[in-house]
Protein backbone atom coordinates (compact mmCIF):
# COMPACT_ATOMS: atom_id res chain seq x y z
CA UNK A 1 0.00 0.00 0.00
CA UNK A 2 1.20 3.40 -0.40
CA UNK A 3 -0.08 5.75 2.02
CA UNK A 4 0.15 9.30 1.40
CA UNK A 5 0.36 11.28 4.96
CA UNK A 6 0.57 14.91 5.48
CA UNK A 7 4.36 15.76 6.47
CA UNK A 8 3.36 18.70 9.04
CA UNK A 9 -0.13 17.80 10.14
CA UNK A 10 -0.43 13.55 9.77
CA UNK A 11 -4.04 12.39 10.07
CA UNK A 12 -4.80 10.50 13.71
CA UNK A 13 -6.60 7.65 11.06
CA UNK A 14 -3.51 7.22 8.73
CA UNK A 15 -0.86 7.31 11.67
CA UNK A 16 -3.47 4.78 13.74
CA UNK A 17 -3.37 2.48 10.41
CA UNK A 18 0.28 2.66 10.30
CA UNK A 19 0.67 1.41 13.50
CA UNK A 20 -1.71 -1.31 13.41
CA UNK A 21 0.64 -2.76 11.21
CA UNK A 22 3.11 -2.71 12.64
CA UNK A 23 1.83 -4.30 15.68
CA UNK A 24 0.89 -7.57 13.28
CA UNK A 25 4.69 -7.45 12.49
CA UNK A 26 4.35 -5.65 9.21
CA UNK A 27 6.87 -3.47 7.43
CA UNK A 28 7.15 -0.20 6.54
CA UNK A 29 8.66 2.70 4.54
CA UNK A 30 8.83 6.09 5.64
CA UNK A 31 10.37 9.28 5.54
CA UNK A 32 12.85 10.81 7.87
CA UNK A 33 14.75 14.62 8.41
CA UNK A 34 17.45 12.79 6.30
CA UNK A 35 16.61 9.47 3.87
CA UNK A 36 13.78 7.39 3.60
CA UNK A 37 14.00 4.52 5.88
CA UNK A 38 12.80 0.43 5.77
CA UNK A 39 11.41 -0.59 9.82
CA UNK A 40 9.49 -2.86 12.06
CA UNK A 41 8.66 -2.89 15.76
CA UNK A 42 11.74 -4.54 17.42
CA UNK A 43 9.59 -6.64 19.33
CA UNK A 44 8.40 -8.58 16.07
CA UNK A 45 11.57 -10.76 15.39
CA UNK A 46 10.32 -12.76 12.10
CA UNK A 47 9.76 -8.57 10.97
CA UNK A 48 13.25 -8.25 11.32
CA UNK A 49 14.73 -10.82 9.81
CA UNK A 50 12.94 -9.96 6.78
CA UNK A 51 14.74 -6.51 6.74
CA UNK A 52 17.66 -8.55 6.86
CA UNK A 53 16.83 -10.75 3.65
CA UNK A 54 15.18 -7.92 1.48
CA UNK A 55 18.99 -5.88 2.52
CA UNK A 56 20.51 -8.86 1.54
CA UNK A 57 22.61 -9.31 5.17
CA UNK A 58 23.11 -11.59 8.25
CA UNK A 59 20.44 -10.11 10.69
CA UNK A 60 23.50 -10.88 13.88
CA UNK A 61 25.94 -8.75 11.53
CA UNK A 62 23.36 -5.79 10.74
CA UNK A 63 23.72 -1.95 11.28
CA UNK A 64 20.30 -1.82 12.36
CA UNK A 65 19.30 1.57 14.16
CA UNK A 66 16.53 2.33 16.74
CA UNK A 67 14.27 5.36 16.22
CA UNK A 68 12.82 6.69 19.57
CA UNK A 69 10.21 9.13 20.26
CA UNK A 70 12.27 11.07 23.17
CA UNK A 71 15.55 10.37 25.12
CA UNK A 72 13.16 8.76 27.76
CA UNK A 73 13.31 5.42 26.03
CA UNK A 74 16.63 4.71 26.09
CA UNK A 75 17.28 3.77 29.69
CA UNK A 76 15.84 0.29 28.42
CA UNK A 77 18.35 -0.04 25.40
CA UNK A 78 21.37 1.68 26.44
CA UNK A 79 23.78 1.89 29.20
CA UNK A 80 23.99 5.10 31.26
CA UNK A 81 25.83 7.36 29.38
CA UNK A 82 27.50 11.02 30.67
CA UNK A 83 26.33 13.95 30.82
CA UNK A 84 27.97 15.43 28.65
CA UNK A 85 26.61 13.02 26.03
CA UNK A 86 23.25 13.57 27.26
CA UNK A 87 23.44 17.32 26.62
CA UNK A 88 24.95 16.64 23.09
CA UNK A 89 22.14 14.57 22.99
CA UNK A 90 19.57 17.45 24.17
CA UNK A 91 20.66 20.23 21.90
CA UNK A 92 20.82 17.98 18.66
CA UNK A 93 18.03 16.23 18.61
CA UNK A 94 15.34 15.76 17.61
CA UNK A 95 17.47 15.99 14.31
CA UNK A 96 19.96 14.32 11.40
CA UNK A 97 22.03 12.54 13.74
CA UNK A 98 22.74 9.03 14.68
CA UNK A 99 24.33 8.13 17.81
CA UNK A 100 26.09 5.06 18.58
CA UNK A 101 25.75 4.29 22.41
CA UNK A 102 26.22 1.07 24.68
CA UNK A 103 23.29 -1.57 24.66
CA UNK A 104 21.76 -3.08 27.63
CA UNK A 105 21.90 -6.86 27.28
CA UNK A 106 18.12 -6.83 26.00
CA UNK A 107 19.37 -5.47 22.73
CA UNK A 108 21.41 -8.92 21.77
CA UNK A 109 18.39 -10.49 22.93
CA UNK A 110 16.17 -8.24 20.28
CA UNK A 111 18.76 -9.23 16.77
CA UNK A 112 19.52 -12.83 18.52
CA UNK A 113 23.58 -11.64 17.97
CA UNK A 114 26.22 -10.37 20.25
CA UNK A 115 25.62 -6.76 19.61
CA UNK A 116 27.03 -4.41 22.23
CA UNK A 117 26.04 -0.99 20.97
CA UNK A 118 22.78 0.54 19.45
CA UNK A 119 22.50 3.40 17.14
CA UNK A 120 19.64 5.81 18.34
CA UNK A 121 17.68 8.16 16.13
CA UNK A 122 15.30 10.79 17.01
CA UNK A 123 14.35 12.34 13.30
CA UNK A 124 12.90 15.91 13.17
CA UNK A 125 10.29 14.60 10.76
CA UNK A 126 6.08 14.92 12.19
CA UNK A 127 5.23 11.69 10.95
CA UNK A 128 7.70 8.94 12.15
CA UNK A 129 7.69 11.00 15.44
CA UNK A 130 3.75 10.51 15.40
CA UNK A 131 4.39 6.74 14.51
CA UNK A 132 6.77 6.02 17.30
CA UNK A 133 5.10 8.09 20.15
CA UNK A 134 1.70 5.79 19.33
CA UNK A 135 3.39 2.49 19.40
CA UNK A 136 5.09 3.04 22.18
CA UNK A 137 8.32 1.14 21.39
CA UNK A 138 10.81 2.18 19.07
CA UNK A 139 10.78 1.20 15.68
CA UNK A 140 13.88 -0.60 14.29
CA UNK A 141 15.54 1.46 11.12
CA UNK A 142 17.66 0.94 8.32
CA UNK A 143 17.83 3.67 5.21
CA UNK A 144 16.46 2.58 1.93
CA UNK A 145 19.29 2.60 -0.77
CA UNK A 146 19.34 3.38 -4.18
CA UNK A 147 20.23 1.07 -6.80
CA UNK A 148 22.03 3.94 -9.17
CA UNK A 149 25.78 3.99 -8.91
CA UNK A 150 25.65 7.55 -8.69
CA UNK A 151 22.44 8.44 -6.49
CA UNK A 152 22.95 6.56 -3.19
CA UNK A 153 19.22 6.95 -1.90
CA UNK A 154 15.69 7.17 -3.66
CA UNK A 155 13.99 9.78 -2.68
CA UNK A 156 10.48 9.80 -4.62
CA UNK A 157 8.30 7.52 -2.83
CA UNK A 158 6.17 6.29 -5.93
CA UNK A 159 9.97 5.17 -7.43
CA UNK A 160 10.32 3.66 -3.87
CA UNK A 161 6.87 2.24 -3.63
CA UNK A 162 7.11 0.52 -7.44
CA UNK A 163 10.29 -1.01 -6.12
CA UNK A 164 9.10 -2.46 -3.00
CA UNK A 165 5.37 -2.99 -3.05
CA UNK A 166 5.76 -6.07 -3.11
CA UNK A 167 8.36 -6.51 -0.39
CA UNK A 168 7.22 -4.18 2.71
CA UNK A 169 3.64 -3.73 3.76
CA UNK A 170 3.27 -0.04 3.53
CA UNK A 171 5.34 2.83 1.98
CA UNK A 172 4.43 6.20 2.99
CA UNK A 173 4.16 8.98 1.06
CA UNK A 174 5.56 12.26 3.25
CA UNK A 175 7.08 13.86 0.02
CA UNK A 176 10.89 13.82 -1.48
CA UNK A 177 13.12 12.31 1.09
CA UNK A 178 16.78 14.01 0.87
CA UNK A 179 19.75 12.22 -0.47
CA UNK A 180 22.46 13.27 2.97
CA UNK A 181 22.34 10.44 5.50
CA UNK A 182 22.29 11.28 9.13
CA UNK A 183 25.45 12.44 10.85
CA UNK A 184 26.97 9.06 12.93
CA UNK A 185 28.27 10.00 16.30
CA UNK A 186 30.53 6.95 17.99
CA UNK A 187 29.91 7.71 21.52
CA UNK A 188 30.90 4.47 23.27
CA UNK A 189 34.50 5.37 24.34
CA UNK A 190 35.68 8.67 26.19
CA UNK A 191 35.85 10.84 22.92
CA UNK A 192 33.46 11.19 20.42
CA UNK A 193 34.31 9.83 17.09
CA UNK A 194 32.60 11.04 13.88
CA UNK A 195 31.71 7.87 12.49
CA UNK A 196 30.15 9.48 9.05
CA UNK A 197 29.61 13.37 8.37
CA UNK A 198 25.97 13.69 7.10
CA UNK A 199 23.24 16.38 7.18
CA UNK A 200 23.61 17.00 11.11
CA UNK A 201 26.20 19.42 11.36
CA UNK A 202 27.60 19.88 15.23
Known amino acids: MLLKIHPDNPSTRHIKMVVDCLNNGGII ?6 VYGMGC ?3 KSKAIDQIARIKGIKKEKANFSFICHDLSQ ?5 KPISNDIF ?9 AFTFILKATNKVPKLFQ ?14 IIAEIVKT ?12 DDEIIEYTTDPEIIYKKYKNLVDIVI ?3 FGGNEPSTILDCTSDEIDIIREGKGII
Not at 29 to 34: H, N, R
Not at 113 to 126: C, E, L, V
Not at 135 to 146: A, K
Request: cysteine-free.
Open 113 to 126: SKKKTIGIRIPDNN
Open 135 to 146: LGNPVMSTSVHD
Open 74 to 78: LSEFT
Open 87 to 95: RLMRSNLPG
Open 29 to 34: IYPTDT
Open 41 to 43: DIY
Open 173 to 175: DGG
